[in-house]
């Protein structure tokens, strides 16, 4: 039998500001014989994360540095091809984390198996996945938004940020999202009953905007950019505001320290919580978030969207588009 060829994307050399192609390399490699326990997949669903930009860079994070010349790790929806473990059948969709590669060769230990009568198997990296998780502890356990409360969150029309304003919808509260084109902040509005959506990129005063759109001040600000939209809604914070530090996207390409307002005095003046969090502090909870979101999706009150790119070589393309804003929901690519 010919032996079969994975293909991986690598990074090449450490970005500097904002990733180019020239910081990843493309190479097919031979995939290594099966040993007992292991099974052999073949990716169906590559994921491409904000935070894969972090552990791009040497700087200490909570999670090590990527190494050079080698694939880059993420989440990867995968079938199974050949197996020699008595645990997974040819056929079985798993979920993995081998990353940016067509296929792999995987012990049984690192994979999970996901249930594809439960929903479509891509959102295994979506909405009952690590983004999913994310906005549900995230908001439930740190933002904890009460019924008729005004719950903010940035980056609204992401992944993670979609799944966060719906929640809060569930949960009662007004929910008044931030977004970076006019189709994203319609989508919003009208698909997903956000109460309003600023558009960032087209306002010209964030400030008066965030004020218009929360009346009634903010209680709770779900932060995915960080920077000067992070500023404008910290400037509207009621008495107890709750404020889970997610993500910062704004900043990950800056090579300087981002200096803002500094704002230990407003957390002071309203006795508020700003709490930053990683979906990992979750993990002996995962079963319970994803039960929750899968029932929601179930009910119809969860809606879920993909940004699919087709074909392993745009991969690299589809993780800079996050920088850009080409995703509305999880950008995913179909291998
Ligand atoms: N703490 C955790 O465990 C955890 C887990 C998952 C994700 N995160 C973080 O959560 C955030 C969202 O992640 P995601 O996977 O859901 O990604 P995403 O929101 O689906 O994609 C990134 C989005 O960020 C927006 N963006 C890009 N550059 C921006 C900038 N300079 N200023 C403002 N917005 C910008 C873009 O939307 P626009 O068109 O609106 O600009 C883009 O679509 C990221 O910061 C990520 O690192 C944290």
Known sequence: MP???????????R???LPTLDNFQFVEVPLPPLEAGQVLVSSRFISVDPYMRGRMSERKSYVPPYALNEPIAGGVVAEVVETKSPNFAVGDIVLCG?????????????????????APISTALGVLGMPGLTAYFGLLDIG?????????VSGAAGAVGMIVGQIAKIKGARVVGIAGSDAKVNYLTQELGFDAVINYKTSPDLNRAVAKACPAGVDVY???VGGSISDAVLAHLNDGARIPICGQIALYNLEQADVGPRVQSQLLIHRAL???????????????????LAKWVQDGQLKFKETIVHGFDNTVNAFLGLFSGENLGKQLVQV
Do not use: C
């Not at 067509?102 to 994979?111: G, K």
């Open 3 to 13: 032996t079969l060829m994975n293909r991986q994307i690598r990074l090449k050399s």
């Open 15 to 17: 970005p500097t500001g």
């Open 98 to 118: 081998y990353g940016w590669q067509t296929h792999a060769v995987v012990h049984e230990d690192q994979i999970r198996k996901i249930n594809p009568s439960l």
């Open 144 to 152: 904890r938004p009460a019924q008729g409360e005004t719950v903010v």
């Open 222 to 224: 779900f932060d995915n």
């Open 274 to 292: 700003m709490k930053g969090f990683i979906v990992g502090d979750y993990s002996a909870r995962f079963g319970e978030g994803i039960s929750q």
